[in-house]
């Protein structure tokens, strides 16, 4: 049975930090395959690897197959392997009435 948001981790309070983390084949029904951030939390992602290789189409999330963020959302020095997205995109999904998303070195 999948979850129907973050497959692998749902941040729905607080502030979070991954370091040196590898996430891989995650799935949820909805929102966000591997992670899904709440629109008041934060998640700082450095050092840190996503590989999703589903096994079939059923098994994609909605919309973000590897992140989907309502939130706050770092990312440095993070790798991602995708071999395939639903409907051919949404690898990261940045969603809500506010942006901040920050992408170095992936």
Not at 6 to 16: C, E, H, L, Y
Not at 19 to 24: E, H
Not at 71 to 90: E, H, K
Request: some cysteine.
């Amino acid at each position: 049975m999948m979850v129907g948001k973050g497959g692998a981790m749902r941040i729905q309070r607080g502030n979070v930090t991954l370091l040196r983390s590898t996430f891989v084949n995650n799935s949820a029904r909805l929102l966000g395959g591997s992670v899904f951030v709440d629109i008041a939390c934060k998640l700082n992602m450095s050092g840190s690897h996503f590989e999703n290789s589903p096994a079939s189409r059923s098994t994609h999330a909605l919309q973000g197959d590897i992140i989907y963020s309502d939130g706050d959302l770092s990312i440095d020095d993070v790798s991602m392997v995708v071999r395939s997205a639903s409907n051919g995109m949404s690898v990261f999904r940045h969603s809500g009435d506010h942006w901040s998303l920050r992408i170095t070195n992936v």
